[in-house]
């Protein structure tokens, strides 16, 4: 064997490894989760000092109890039915008010168009860990306290910044052509926003409403902060808050839990990935 | 991202347009009127309570009364002299450089794997990513799971190979405690870095890197002399945000570990929600979170500069 065919094997030994620590990182929790979900109390609560005992396999036949306390126990199907309603009015309320914004900076800002977007784009930097305080009080003013109305009138602060910069930087990657010779046809500007443009922005307003959804499915802060009842709660407030029964940790349910709330989120997640990316990377990536 | 379009319709498209001056052909106007309702509900509910936030952190306000009174430096006085905001202030920074450092070298390794081919990549690319679409607080509930300090499995490996004799309670301890939550930060921002790595590196031209190679500069030459110092803008970008969602996450600490052992492992945003939320008092626990200002303002001046220098480096 020539050395240069040892270097290419050693190369590709190493590309191997690497691509399978680093997937085995970032996948290992989720293997847990899915494991713990599915053990037998008997196979799940044995000490980790226990070496002849292999935690990373079932030792024991799988079982769908924890899936059953979790549907039929627990206010989980509640929660999912909470977010997903609040999700639907917040992307509502993002649509309405990020698409026309997006559009508006793309084509008809002109010169200031820039800068107020890179303004807007900002406002998604103030993180709520800064907010929830003020919001508090805000919420007490207008007695929404314990309310999806708080979480409603919140979330779009969150969504709106980065939907507008999502739409805008699609709207750019749209040819003008089409609105231009529908104008050059005698349609007014109004007229082309009205009759033209919905088809042409289609594939903007689907990736706002995935990122609204993953903002709103994922969002921790305020839902702690607004909501203290458990039948109230949201996903991601419910399952680490209220599933925890005083001391007494359910994992099975809790793992299981987390699981099928957070792979539809990425599956979702990745379909849109690209034009997430352009828009997080502001234009420091030219292609 | 591909090339801008210029934001005004090219000139051809100008005569219709002055043809007619009627309200509905008057773009600027138009455009205003699109922007206002999007640009007037962040500037109500984003900007006034940002100011109400520095605002707040000078007066007594308490969550139970709606009596808004001047407090001076109060608030800064007490945190300032209170050992448990030190501390916070102290992991706060911690936690970021530590896991942003792991991330820059996690993101820029996978970044290099990820750009070449091999069986299995649409799968491994899916599962990367997954630390990053998952809801902050559930990931941090399976990995307190995966910390226990009876059930931990990480325990059980480390003994299994014979690398540990006595026993780690992971988050029992303030050191490990925080070392968890670094890696645990480190996880679920590294894949989203990633990513935008690796879209830099494909905008890097071929041409470049093959002259290299034609020159004789091997994978750590091309590394470091060339892939690296041209990401450099799109890494920064990674950093700047994996900063921003570090230092003002909440999740990860308060479902980990909760502050504790005995306040040791709180981090602002996690004081500042025990101070201002469970403890009522919103003066002290604004004060806590504009300390974060500072370093959000730092973010967003070189964000600005990143977006500049790129914009000039293209036209």
């Known amino acids: 064997m020539t050395r240069r065919t040892l270097r290419r094997l050693l190369g590709r030994a190493t590309l191997y490894a690497a691509a399978a620590a680093l997937t085995a990182f970032a996948g290992f929790p989720f293997y847990w ?32 109890d924890h899936v059953r306390l979790l549907l039929h126990g627990t206010e989980f199907p509640h929660w999912i039915l909470n977010t997903l309603l609040i999700v639907a009015v917040v992307i509502a309320v993002t649509v309405a008010l990020a698409v026309p914004a997006g559009y508006s900076l793309a084509r008809l800002a002109g010169r200031w168009g820039e800068r107020l977007g890179i303004a807007i ?9 800064l907010l929830f305080i003020p919001f508090s009080r805000l919420v007490s003013l ?69 990122f609204a959804f993953t903002l709103v499915m994922q969002e921790f802060v305020y839902a702690l902060t607004f909501i203290s009842s458990v039948e109230k709660m949201t996903v991601s407030l419910g399952v680490p808050i209220a599933l925890v029964r005083g001391d007494v940790y359910h994992w099975g349910a809790l793992m299981a839990a987390a699981l099928v709330t957070s792979v539809p989120i990425a599956i979702v997640y990745n379909l849109f990935l690209d034009r997430f990316i352009e828009s997080f990377t502001m234009g420091a990536v030219k292609g | 991202m591909t090339r801008r379009e210029p934001a005004d319709p090219p000139a051809s498209a100008q005569p219709a347009l002055l043809a007619r001056g009627t309200l ?28 109400l936030a520095i605002a707040l952190s000078f007066s007594d306000a308490t969550a139970g009364s709606l009596r808004f009174g001047w407090a001076g430096l109060r608030n800064y006085a007490a945190i300032l002299s209170d050992p448990v905001f030190r501390r916070a202030l102290w992991n706060t920074i911690v936690v970021t450089v530590g ?26 690319r899916f599962v990367l990513l997954l630390p990053w679409a998952v809801p902050v607080s559930l990931a941090a509930i399976a990995w307190e799971w995966i910390f226990d300090s009876t059930f931990s499995v990480i325990n059980w490996t480390l003994k ?11 988050l029992g301890e303030p050191t490990l405690a925080l070392l968890a939550v670094i890696i645990v930060q480190a996880w679920r921002i590294f894949p989203f870095a990633t990513v935008i790595v690796l879209a830099g590196l494909t905008s890097i031209p071929r041409e470049i890197l093959e002259a290299a190679t034609v020159d004789g500069a091997g994978f750590w030459r091309r590394l470091f002399q060339i892939e690296l110092p041209l990401l450099l803008p799109v890494t920064s970008v990674a950093v700047l945000f994996g900063t921003v969602y570090t230092a003002t996450d909440l999740g990860v600490v308060y479902v980990l570990t909760g502050g504790g052992p005995a306040n040791s492992t709180h981090v602002l945003p996690t004081l500042a929600f025990q101070r201002g939320i469970l403890g009522a008092d919103l003066g002290q626990g604004a004060a806590i979170a504009v300390f974060l200002l500072p370093l959000l303002l730092v973010v967003a001046i070189l964000m600005l500069r990143l977006a500049r220098h790129t914009e000039v480096g293209v036209r």
């Open chain 1, 142 to 210: 207008l007695g929404l306290q314990n309310s999806w109305g708080s979480l409603i009138l919140i979330y779009p602060t969150l969504t709106i910044p980065f939907c507008t910069w999502l739409v805008m930087g699609f709207m750019r990657s749209v040819p003008w052509d089409i609105e231009e010779q529908a104008m050059i046809d005698g349609y007014s500007r109004l007229a082309v926003i009205l009759k033209v443009v919905p088809r042409l922005i289609v594939p903007g307003i689907l990736s706002v409403v995935v």
């Open chain 2, 99 to 124: 896991s942003q450092a792991l991330v820059i070298v996690l993101a820029t390794a996978a970044a290099q794997v990820f750009r070449a081919s091999f069986p299995g990549k649409r799968v491994a």
């Open chain 2, 24 to 51: 509905a052909d008057r773009g600027e106007l138009l455009g205003g009127l699109m922007l206002a309702p999007a640009l007037a509900y962040v500037a109500l509910l984003a900007g006034i309570p940002f100011l």
């Open chain 1, 33 to 64: 989760m899915l494991v713990t979900a599915f053990k037998q109390n008997r196979d799940l609560y044995v000490g980790a000092s226990d070496l002849r005992h292999v935690p990373w396999v079932f030792n024991q036949s799988p079982t769908l």
């Open chain 2, 160 to 170: 299994a190979a014979g690398l540990l004799h006595g026993w780690l309670y992971w």
């Open chain 1, 121 to 129: 784009f900002l406002t998604y930097l103030i993180p709520p860990t």
